[in-house]
């Protein structure tokens, strides 16, 4: 299976994206989704992640600003990312996790410019 990831783009502070992520092919097992992010000379650093459909836990940068949902059974991640900053600015990945292995996506750019 692979993931697809769509959503990101330019957008200016204060605005909103939503990145989708869907897989093109069968994951079983399921037990947490969640989004990464990598900003040029930073680590990757987990952004969002929802475990068993419902409990979800934030980096505390964009706690309150944005929102993980999905759905395990059909394997499909979104990030309602609202009032947007500068540094939120960086390449967005997709992660499933599941019981034999763990599945990302190719990234998708969020760029927030004035």
């Known amino acids: 299976a692979q993931l697809v990831e769509s959503g990101g783009g330019l957008v200016q502070p204060g605005g909103s994206l939503r990145l989708s992520c869907a897989a093109s092919?069968?994951?079983?097992?399921?037990?947490?989704m969640a989004w990464y992010r990598q900003a040029p000379g930073k680590q990757r650093e987990l952004v969002a992640i929802?475990?068993?459909?419902?409990?979800?836990n934030y980096a505390d940068s964009v706690k309150g600003r944005f929102t993980i949902s999905g759905d395990n059974a059909k394997n499909t991640v979104y990030l309602q990312m609202n009032s947007l900053k500068l540094e939120d600015t960086a390449v967005y990945y997709c992660?499933?996790?599941?019981?034999?292995?763990?599945?990302w996506g190719q990234g998708t750019q969020v760029t927030v410019s004035s």
């Open positions: 992660n499933i996790r599941a019981l034999v292995r763990d599945y």
């Open positions: 092919g069968l994951i079983l097992n399921t037990y947490a």
């Open positions: 929802i475990i068993s459909g419902s409990s979800t």
